[in-house]
C-alpha cells in the first residue's frame, strides 16, 4: 500500500476555487459519506460562524453543490454531486481512498490517498493537470536490486546508513567517498546512478 499527500488545483471545485478568492479561508473536510451519489461532508473553518453564512450564496453558485448549512459549533455541513467531482471520480476508479481530513487552502486541495500500488497511483496522476507529490510514505516496494552494480549498491547502502539522506545530513560526500577509497566525482557517480535505477524501476519511467 502506498500512502501519498498530494496536492492539487482543480478548477471548478468549489474548495480550490473559493479559497483561491478568499486567501486567507482554510476548509477542511474533517469527515464524510457518500449516499446513491451524493457525498455530504463536515467543513472545519478558521471563519467565524457569521462570515461563513455569508458565503452560503457562493458556495451555491457550484451547480453540483445541492445543500450549505452553517451550524451552532460553528462548522458547515454540505452535500455535493459527487458525478461532478474529477478527482473522486478518479480516485473512486483507481480504488483508492482518501483520508480525512481535506484541506484546500489558497486555491489547492490537499490530500492524503491510500493506493494499493504505484500503477494506480500513476492511473490518478497522469489524468491531473496541476498536481505535486508533497510527501510518499509507507511504501511496500519490493526491489530487485541485481540491476546495481556492486560498487553502486555499496555507495547507496553507505549512503543510508551514514545519514546522507537524512534533513539535515549527517554526513557529506567528502565523507562518504573517503570511506569508499574513491573521488568525490567517482562516489557520486555510483551513487547517481544508483538513485535512478531505484526511481526509474519504481516510477517506471526513464
Known amino acids: 500500500m502506498i500512502e501519498v499527500e498530494l ?16 486567501q486567507d479561508l482554510i476548509l477542511e473536510v474533517v469527515s464524510g459519506y457518500n449516499e446513491e451519489g451524493t457525498v455530504s461532508g463536515l467543513l472545519k473553518t ?18 453540483y453543490v445541492k445543500e450549505y448549512e452553517v451550524l451552532e459549533s460553528g462548522y ?16 473512486h ?5 482518501y483520508i480525512y481530513p481535506i484541506r484546500f487552502q ?10 494499493e ?3 494506480r497511483l500513476q492511473s490518478v496522476l497522469q489524468h491531473l493537470e496541476d498536481w505535486k507529490i508533497i510527501r510518499i510514505g509507507n511504501v511496500n516496494l519490493q526491489f530487485d536490486l541485481e540491476d546495481l552494480t556492486p560498487q553502486q549498491l555499496k555507495a547507496v547502502n553507505l549512503a543510508i546508513e551514514r545519514g546522507y ?4 545530513k549527517k554526513v557529506n560526500l567528502e565523507e562518504l567517498s573517503t570511506q569508499m ?16 535505477k531505484i526511481l526509474s524501476r519504481y516510477f517506471e519511467m526513464d
Open 7 to 22: 496536492s492539487v488545483s482543480i478548477q471548478g471545485n468549489y474548495g480550490c476555487d473559493i479559497t483561491n478568492r478568499h
Open 46 to 63: 478558521n471563519y467565524p460562524p457569521e462570515e461563513l453564512q455569508n458565503l452560503r450564496e457562493e458556495f451555491l453558485t457550484f451547480p
Open 76 to 91: 458547515v455541513r454540505i452535500a455535493v454531486d459527487s458525478s461532478d467531482f474529477p478527482l473522486s471520480q478518479l480516485i
Open 93 to 97: 476508479t483507481a480504488g483508492a481512498f
Open 106 to 115: 489558497k486555491g489547492r486541495e490537499l490530500c492524503t490517498l491510500i493506493f
Open 117 to 119: 500500488n504505484k500503477k
Open 165 to 168: 539522506f537524512e534533513i539535515p
Open 181 to 196: 577509497k574513491l573521488s568525490r566525482t567517482t562516489f557520486l557517480e555510483h551513487l547517481r546512478k544508483a538513485e535512478k
